[in-house]
């Protein structure tokens, strides 16, 4: 088939052009598109080659499109519009019009893309913004794949579950005109369901195969959380599929670390409300922009000093004065994962660097309106085993092929 030529639209700093990279498909990225001064900075320093545009999409021409050429778009649209904490503005947010144009370009290139990858929270599934996405796959011709995946379904102890659709367009349908094409879409998903392969994803949250009186004779509620979400973290701890935290931390230099300990302060207006991991956790909550400046929602936390039991530091600790508190939650040595972590966390190679202008607070906030770029490489390497002729048992496809696209 030769290099397919990618469109990469909202590239951030870069994640879809690292899954391209990992995913082992003969690929360019022609160009990549976006308004984020910082983000684009840092893409530049990693992908200096790249054809990189810091311009709105809606200002660049259907001429501009088919004189790029392309075969596959792969886009995260901005995610706002459609968080659960967020006002849910869908269609009507502004930050939502480059979509809507993009899906007004689509049908009218001289040439349609035959592939596309696109990335949203979930809430996206439910919007009229997705809606308006499948009318427009539909009337194109593509078949398509929806799915919400977190990356604990690869191996990586941390949750940060997403939306996901993965379309194909067969050779004959490769012109402007529509066609009336049979589909296959998954509805509504929820974190527990896993259509997709199952060598590439399996529930997020799984059994531990344990007694239940050996389950609930471990659940010690000293912090503020509900029985079930103790359940919940010790059920993801006993997941042997997922690798431990450890894996993913840099080495572990005290002096490096120490700017990451957090506050007397943050500790005790936040303590009872912290998620806190250890190294040989095989869990970790969903990093997000807000990382490094706030506390309660926005990713996990690391003890540093195993040598203290995290019960005994919690246990009583509403009736102690604020001193006492601040001494017994000083002796877990609580951190945040650096930037370099969480970035490893997602999926990021090695060799992805941030420019040094980049501050921490800067580095975590790109991060946090990232992807993971291991549940990416796998969705690549799924999009393009269901291409025509190509066999799901041929040497560069990692997983088997998918019932929507080869049904």
């Given at each position: 088939m030769?290099?397919?030529?990618?469109?990469?639209?909202?590239?951030?700093?870069?994640?879809?052009?690292?899954?391209?990279?990992e995913s082992?498909?003969?690929?360019?990225?022609?160009?990549?598109i976006?308004?984020?001064?910082?983000?684009?900075?840092?893409y530049k320093?990693?992908?200096?080659?790249?054809?990189?545009?810091?311009?709105?999409?809606?200002?660049?021409t259907?001429?501009d499109?088919?004189k790029?050429?392309f075969?596959?778009?792969m886009?995260?649209?901005p995610?706002?519009?459609?968080?659960?904490i967020?006002?849910?503005?869908?269609?009507?947010?502004?930050?939502?019009k480059?979509?809507?144009?993009?899906?007004?370009?689509?049908p009218?290139?001289?040439?349609?893309?035959?592939?596309?990858?696109?990335?949203n929270?979930k809430g996206?599934?439910k919007?009229?913004a997705?809606?308006?996405?499948?009318?427009?796959?539909?009337?194109c011709?593509?078949?398509?794949q929806?799915?919400?995946?977190?990356?604990?379904?690869?191996g990586?102890?941390n949750?940060?579950l997403?939306?996901?659709?993965?379309?194909?367009?067969?050779?004959?349908n490769?012109?402007?005109?529509t066609s009336s094409?049979t589909?296959?879409?998954f509805?509504?998903?929820d974190e527990?369901?896993?259509?997709?392969h199952?060598?590439?994803?399996?529930?997020?949250c799984?059994s531990?195969?344990?007694p239940?009186e050996?389950?609930?004779s471990g659940?010690?509620?000293?912090?503020?959380e509900?029985?079930?979400d103790a359940?919940?973290?010790?059920?993801?701890?006993h997941?042997?599929?997922?690798?431990?935290?450890?894996?993913f931390?840099?080495?572990?230099?005290?002096?490096?670390?120490e700017?990451y300990l957090?506050?007397?302060?943050?500790?005790?207006?936040?303590?009872?409300l912290?998620?806190?991991?250890?190294?040989?956790?095989r869990?970790s909550?969903?990093f997000?922009?807000g990382?490094?400046?706030?506390?309660?929602g926005t990713?996990?936390v690391?003890?540093?000093?195993?040598?203290?039991?995290?019960?005994?530091?919690?246990?009583?600790l509403?009736?102690?004065?604020?001193e006492?508190?601040?001494?017994?939650?000083?002796?877990?040595k609580?951190?945040?994962?650096?930037?370099r972590?969480?970035?490893?966390?997602m999926?990021?190679p090695?060799?992805?660097?941030?420019?040094?202008?980049?501050?921490?607070?800067?580095q975590y906030?790109?991060?946090?309106?990232?992807?993971?770029?291991l549940v990416?490489?796998k969705?690549?390497?799924?999009?393009?085993?269901?291409?025509?002729?190509?066999?799901?048992?041929d040497?560069?496809s990692?997983?088997?092929?998918?019932s929507?696209?080869?049904?």
């Open positions: 030769g290099y397919l030529r990618v469109l990469e639209l909202y590239s951030g700093i870069g994640g879809m052009h690292y899954a391209l990279k082992g498909i003969p690929a360019q990225v022609v160009a990549a976006d308004i984020n001064t910082t983000a684009n900075q840092i320093h990693n992908f200096p080659d790249t054809p990189l545009w810091n311009k709105t999409i809606e200002g660049i259907l001429d499109f088919n790029l050429s075969d596959m778009i886009m995260s649209p995610c706002q519009p459609f968080t659960r967020g006002l849910q503005g869908d269609i009507a947010d502004n930050r939502t480059s979509f809507l144009y993009i899906l007004d370009i689509l009218r290139l001289c040439k349609l893309p035959r592939f596309i990858v696109l990335e929270v996206f599934e919007s009229s997705r809606t308006l996405l499948i009318k427009t796959l539909i009337d011709g593509y078949t398509f929806e799915v919400m995946v977190s990356p604990t379904s690869v990586i102890p949750s940060r997403r939306y996901f659709l993965i379309a194909l367009i067969s050779a004959e490769l012109s402007t005109q094409k589909f296959d879409a509805p509504h998903l527990s369901e896993s259509p997709l199952p060598s590439f994803l399996s529930p997020t799984i531990t195969g344990l239940e050996e389950i609930h659940l010690v509620l000293y912090k503020r509900s029985r079930m359940q919940r973290k010790m059920n993801q701890n997941d042997l599929s997922v690798r431990q935290i450890q894996d931390l840099e080495p572990q230099r005290e002096e490096n670390m700017r957090l506050s007397p302060k943050t500790l005790l207006r936040y303590g009872l912290l998620d806190i991991v250890q190294p040989k956790c869990r909550v969903c997000t922009k990382y490094g400046r706030y506390v309660e990713g996990s690391l003890q540093c000093c195993m040598e203290t039991e995290i019960d005994s530091v919690f246990t009583g509403d009736q102690l004065s604020e006492e508190k601040l001494q017994q939650l000083l002796k877990l609580l951190r945040y994962f650096s930037p972590e969480v970035a490893n966390l999926g990021f090695q060799h992805f660097s941030f420019p040094e202008n980049i501050s921490t607070i800067q906030r790109v991060l946090g309106n990232s992807l993971n770029v990416v490489t969705l690549l390497q799924l999009l393009l085993s269901s291409r025509p002729g190509h066999s799901a048992g040497e560069d990692a997983v088997g092929c998918s929507s696209f080869c049904g």
